[in-house]
Structures are given as structure tokens and as C-alpha cells.
Nanobody, 123 residues
Framework: QVQLVESGGGSVQAGGSLRLSCAASGYTSSSACMAWFRQAPGKEREGVAIISTASGSAYYTKSVKGRFIASQDKANNTVYLQLNSLKPEDTALYYC????????????????WGQGTQVTVSS
């Protein structure tokens, strides 16, 4: 059974930083796409960052590029999202998701989801 468990959310002031973690268990695919999505109240879920576990390559949505950094620790089956220079508009529930093989920006393509961790940024 695949489980994704996020941690690291919290409340910070604008300009601050947070580091989110997503620990994966029960996932045996040697090549997978791990992704971070977020959903703010009243808005659709959007992809923030995707990372290929095979290559370690990470890609970002335009609004966070240069501020957020996705990384992985393959030995511990954990992916991270470093959130820097946070803005109030980054406030959302952040989810970790996984799918085998090719990466995608579509949430519907991901079959495994964590429970989410809240990030709140005050001005």
C-alpha cells in the first residue's frame, strides 16, 4: 500500500521560508514522478513542482520559479520542497503526489496523494 506523508507546513511572514517533506512508503516503481500541488480556498488545485525520481530533474510552475526548490533523497524515499521568499499568495494546502514513470502537470494523472500540509503566509 502506497503512503505519502507530508510535513513541514506552518505559518510564516512574507519573505520567510519553509521546507516541506514528503515521505513515501510502499512505492516500488524504480522510475516515478513526484509532484507538489497546492490548493487555495476557492481555487483549483495547481501543480507547483514536479521531479523525476530517475533523473532528479525538477520543473516549476512560473509563479514559484526561482523561489521554490524541489529535491529528493532517494535513499530515504523522501522528496522535499524548499519554499523561499514566500508571498501571501502562496498560502494554500500543499499536497505531495506520485505516479509511475512520466511526469505530468495534471492532478488527474496522479493516483497517489498525501493528506496535505497547510502553508500560511501573512503580509
Amino acid at each position: 500500500q502506497v503512503q505519502l506523508v507530508e510535513s513541514g507546513g506552518g505559518s510564516v511572514q512574507a519573505g520567510g521560508s519553509l521546507r516541506l517533506s514528503c515521505a513515501a512508503s510502499g512505492y516500488t516503481s524504480s522510475s516515478a514522478c513526484m509532484a507538489w500541488f497546492r490548493q487555495a480556498p476557492g481555487k483549483e488545485r495547481e501543480g507547483v513542482a514536479i521531479i523525476s525520481t530517475a533523473s532528479g530533474s525538477a520543473y516549476y510552475t512560473k509563479s514559484v520559479k526561482g523561489r521554490f526548490i524541489a529535491s529528493q533523497d532517494k535513499a530515504n524515499n523522501t522528496v522535499y520542497l524548499q519554499l523561499n521568499s514566500l508571498k501571501p499568495e502562496d498560502t494554500a494546502l500543499y499536497y505531495c503526489a506520485a505516479r509511475p514513470y512520466a511526469c505530468s502537470w495534471r492532478s488527474a494523472d496522479f493516483g497517489y496523494w498525501g493528506q496535505g500540509t497547510q502553508v500560511t503566509v501573512s503580509s
